[in-house]
């Protein structure tokens, strides 16, 4: 049975095998699910396309928040991209944007893909679609970059965390850009010592982040989150494409991100009493300030 549960594992697997990271989780799901290669990929292929009608839908914009908090901001980076040009260039920008209104289509309860969870569901459809969009990838490549994106969240499930509660934002837009970043270097033709730096180099650079949404809703920070995670995902497959190696191994900082988020205290880990969501405007904007710690 092909099985892993450490990152040096899948990287003994592939060496062995010499396939990509992708292959690895593909193989390991058909024999955990006791099911063929067709399933699975259209599984995959299914969430990819949920996962790019929420970027279509979020680029679009035209709704609020059930919160009221956010709604629209994508299509008016859209129109600035397209009018004045992106500062950050073109495909970061795209990245940014649609990271940031597929968390329009979720706090709008429209459908998405929680990859890994629902409050940093953008990051990787804002990636992908503009990784697709820049360098003309088919889907199929796309389905097969999720396994390879799966691969990573599996990992941080597997040693750590990828909840907010337990282990801040860092353990939600954290992993959810660790697992963009290693796809996005096997998209680009990386081997995978080199995904599994860049993922480990996304959680170093994120390291920390605290979780605290206003009103305890995922809306803000969330979803700005969501895009400077998709950024750093970018950087992170940039520098480990060129060889700029992350010098702590990929389950040493999975381990090292589970201690930080289990030291966070609890005010700022989903609970909404502490951070940007104790700010005197977060309490105003919440409905009867209950969110809010007096």
């Not at 024999?31 to 063929?36: A, G, H, R, Y």
């Not at 956010?70 to 299509?75: N, R, V």
């Amino acid at each position: 049975m092909i099985q892993f549960y450490t990152a040096a594992q899948l990287l003994s697997l592939c060496k062995d095998m010499n396939i990509p990271i992708s292959e690895a989780m593909t193989l390991r799901e058909i024999d955990l699910m006791e099911t063929n290669l067709e399933t699975i990929k259209r599984r995959m292929a299914h969430s990819w396309d949920i996962m790019k009608e929420a970027v279509r839908e979020g680029r679009e914009g035209g709704f609020r928040s059930m919160g009221g908090l956010i709604g629209g901001e994508a299509a008016k980076m859209k129109t600035h991209r397209e009018e004045a040009g992106a500062v950050c260039g073109d495909m970061v920008s795209k990245a940014a944007s649609y990271a940031m209104g597929v968390l329009e289509v979720n706090a709008s309860m429209g459908l998405i893909v929680a990859a890994p969870t629902a409050g940093s569901s953008g990051v990787i459809p804002g990636v992908f679609c503009a990784l697709q969009e820049t360098y003309g990838f088919a889907d199929e490549q796309m389905v097969e970059a999720l396994m390879n994106a799966g691969a990573i969240g599996y990992l941080a499930m597997q040693n750590a965390t990828v909840a907010g509660a337990e282990g801040g934002c860092q353990a939600e837009i954290g992993v959810a850009a660790a697992m963009a970043a290693s796809a996005a270097v096997e998209l680009m033709g990386g081997t995978p010592e080199q995904s599994l730096s860049a993922a480990g180099g996304t959680l170093a650079t994120m390291l920390g982040l605290v979780c605290d949404p206003i009103g305890g809703l995922v809306e803000a920070p969330c979803q700005k989150r969501n895009a400077t995670g998709a950024a750093n995902a970018l950087v992170n497959a940039e520098m480990a494409l060129s060889g700029v190696q992350t010098l702590i191994p990929f389950d040493e900082m999975l381990q090292v991100m589970y201690r930080v988020g289990r030291s966070i205290p609890y005010e700022l880990r989903e609970t909404a009493l502490g951070g940007i969501a104790s700010a005197p405007t977060a309490c105003e904007l919440c409905k009867n300030g209950a969110a809010c710690k007096k």
